[in-house]
Antibody, heavy 120, light 110 residues
């Protein structure tokens, strides 16, 4: 069974930094691209970032480019999102999602999310 | 690419059909002939789940009352007979370009 468990969400100050993580199990993690998708409270879905299977290629939404960094550790079946220069509009539930292939731009399974709140 | 869904909310009686439209601001057919249009549902209190991939292919375990169709910039999700468990918010998403989602369509049962 595919499982994705996010962690690390907290209340952070504007301008601050934070790293959220995603622990994957139930599939060959190093066969799949991985994504972060976020959902502001009561709002819709926004794709944030993609990393390919071996970490050589990363892509970002314009709203986070230059501030967020996606990474992965295939030896630990883990995905990360380093967030810097946080803004109130970054407040959201952050989901990790499994890519539908090694370089896939789409995703099938999602975790339950970790809540990031940016507030002073 | 802007994805526009209509309607934004839908109230349907059990056993009745439902249809959601999704229009993209740019064509979603890529140079290799693939159209990367997806449908997800977010049931109350849950994470989104994949229903349909590449316009019309049902994901594993998705009932055959769900179907997807369309091409170019116009796409549709149909539920042939709505059941109580179908309540939720339905999102279309494209990944031909940088992924973008529609605003979501809330389905409720009358």
């Amino acid at each position: 069974e595919v499982q994705l468990v996010e962690s690390g969400g907290v209340v952070a100050q504007p301008g601050g930094s934070l790293r959220v993580s995603c622990a994957a199990s139930g599939f060959n993690f190093d066969d799949r691209a991985m994504h972060w998708v976020r959902q502001a409270p009561g709002k819709g879905l926004e794709w944030v970032s993609l990393i390919n299977w071996n970490g050589n290629r990363t892509y970002y939404a314009d709203s986070v480019k230059g501030r967020f960094t996606i990474s992965r550790d295939n030896s630990k079946n883990s995905l990360y999102l380093e967030m810097k220069s946080l803004r109130p509009e970054d407040s959201a539930l952050y989901y990790c999602a499994r890519g539908r292939g090694s370089e896939a731009w789409s995703f099938d399974y999602w975790g339950q999310g970790t809540l990031v709140t940016v507030s002073s | 690419v802007v994805m526009t869904q209509t309607p934004l909310s839908l109230s349907v009686g059990p056993g009745q059909p439902a249809s959601i439209s999704c229009k993209s601001s740019q064509p979603l057919l890529n140079s290799a002939g693939w159209t990367f249009l997806y449908w997800y549902v977010q049931k109350p209190g849950q994470s989104p789940q994949l229903l349909i991939y590449e316009v019309s292919r049902r994901f594993s375990g998705v009932p055959d009352r769900f179907s997807g169709s369309g091409s170019g910039t116009d796409f549709t999700l149909k539920i042939s007979r709505v059941e109580a468990e179908d309540v939720g918010v339905y999102y279309c998403m494209q990944s031909t370009h940088l992924p973008t989602f529609g605003q979501g369509t809330r389905l409720e049962i009358k």
